[in-house]
Structures are given as structure tokens and as C-alpha cells.
């Protein structure tokens, strides 16, 4: 994706490829994302992956909310925990 070129979608949208690379890093050191105003002006996301029973990234899971909204961090824990559960049941479900 990264090759073919970042297209800007929104104000916030990461369109320097070593910034993504930053980001993406950071992302997986810390278990999930914060983003503002990267995919839709106006709006702002907490998100954190769905592994399946091996322990892959399948999917991810996301609260968006007006980008006004001054502090993303008391939705860091609530999606982490919802990402966590579902992953469970994924492993449950399939075991790998």
C-alpha cells in the first residue's frame, strides 16, 4: 500500500510514509490507535486489533467520536477490552 502511494482522505490523514511507518510501530508497541481527523474530517477513533486463535491480526474494533472531543484516552481500556473478548472467543472458537 505503501509503494502505490498514501492518498490524503482527510486533514489528518498520514501521507509521508516514514510517518506511517512511525505510527504503525507505535501502534503495535501499544496495543491500539488513536486517530484524529486521519480518515474523516470532523471525527476521531480509539482502535484496537482482533486477533484470531493464532495469535494473527484478523480485524480491528473502533469507538469514533467528534474530533472536538477533548481526551481520547479514557477509551483506550473499554476498546482494548472489548478487542481482548472477542479475540477469546475467535481462539475459542478456531484454535489454532
Given amino acids: ?3 502505490a502511494g498514501l492518498p490524503r482522505y482527510a486533514r489528518g490523514t498520514i501521507t509521508d510514509s516514514a ?17 484524529r481527523e486521519e ?4 471525527a ?4 484496537a486489533p482482533v ?17 472536538s ?7 483506550i481500556a473499554p476498546v482494548r477490552l472489548a478487542a481482548l473478548g472477542i ?5 475459542r472458537r478456531h484454535p489454532h
Fill in 1 to 3: 500500500m505503501i509503494a
Fill in 19 to 35: 510517518e506511517l511507518r512511525r505510527a504503525l510501530a507505535d501502534i503495535r508497541q501499544s496495543g491500539h490507535s488513536i486517530s
Fill in 39 to 42: 480518515m474523516t474530517d470532523g
Fill in 44 to 47: 476521531a477513533s480509539v482502535a
Fill in 51 to 67: 486477533h484470531d486463535g493464532s495469535g494473527a491480526v484478523i480485524a480491528a474494533i473502533s469507538v469514533v467520536v467528534p474530533s
Fill in 69 to 75: 472531543s477533548p481526551d481520547l484516552v479514557p477509551l
Fill in 87 to 91: 479475540s477469546r472467543e475467535l481462539g
